[in-house]
């Protein structure tokens, strides 16, 4: 157990829905970042947050916007969904400090699909 | 722009080493080389990291070539449960943002 929770574990949706996944990192750490896992893309960094504020992005679609809370939870929200949308959604954690000796700690994922 | 390249897969036999290669040809002076994998139905864990010099943990060794244009993660006795997706990836320094990944490299062991 990484100590990142997600939620949920899976959704089903139709296309042209929105939904809002939900992830919690552990304790202390201020860095959650997002990625998505489809099995032709491979697994894409989406967009990192940092103490609330947004810190870079990645391949983030303009239809997918995040933010993360005072209390550091952080929801990911996919609107207008599409068909190709359908993959697995990490979230990621790491430490106090913005450095590279932070390990990333992932949650078990939450798998979308749209139909 | 940054990229790393991976095998798509490689075998090893059981208690035999591995060596999982990592091309990253474009790599800047102050871009980590990290390296997760991802074992079945599990989102990725972390396995090690460098910068410059060959690091060793528990898990694993990493070797760096000189130019820093390639890396090797060595695996010094394969076990069954070592079979996963091994992701090598660039973090920028500054920031522990990640900058690529690659495709990763499926490792399967064989009993």
């Known amino acids: 157990d990484s100590g990142v929770t997600q939620t949920p574990k899976h959704l089903i949706t139709a296309t042209g829905q929105r939904v809002t996944l939900r992830c919690s990192p552990r304790?202390?750490?201020?860095?959650v970042y997002w990625y998505q896992q489809s099995l032709d893309q491979g697994l894409q960094f989406l967009i990192q947050y940092y103490n609330g504020e947004e810190r870079a992005k990645g391949n983030i679609l303009e239809r997918f916007s995040a933010q993360q809370f005072p209390d550091l939870h952080s929801e990911l929200n996919l609107s207008s969904l599409e068909l190709g949308d359908s993959a697995l959604y990490f979230c990621a954690s790491s430490g106090t400090a913005l450095s590279s000796y932070n390990e990333q700690f992932f949650g078990p994922g939450t798998r979308l699909t749209v139909l | 722009d940054a990229k790393t390249t991976q095998p798509n897969s490689m075998e090893s036999n059981e208690e035999e080493p591995v060596h999982l290669p990592c091309n990253h040809s474009?790599?800047?002076?102050?871009?980590?080389i990290h390296w997760y994998r991802q074992l079945p139905s599990q989102g990725p864990e972390y396995v090690i990291h460098g910068l410059t010099s060959n690091v060793n943990n528990r898990m694993a060794s990493l070797a760096i070539a000189e130019d820093r244009k390639s890396s090797t993660l060595i695996l010094h006795r394969a076990t069954l449960r070592d079979a996963a997706v091994y992701y090598c990836i660039l973090f920028r320094r500054s920031g522990n943002t990640p900058l690529v990944f690659g495709k990763g490299t499926r490792l399967s062991v064989i009993a």
């Open positions: 474009t790599i800047s002076g102050t871009d980590y």
């Open positions: 304790s202390g750490d201020l860095s």
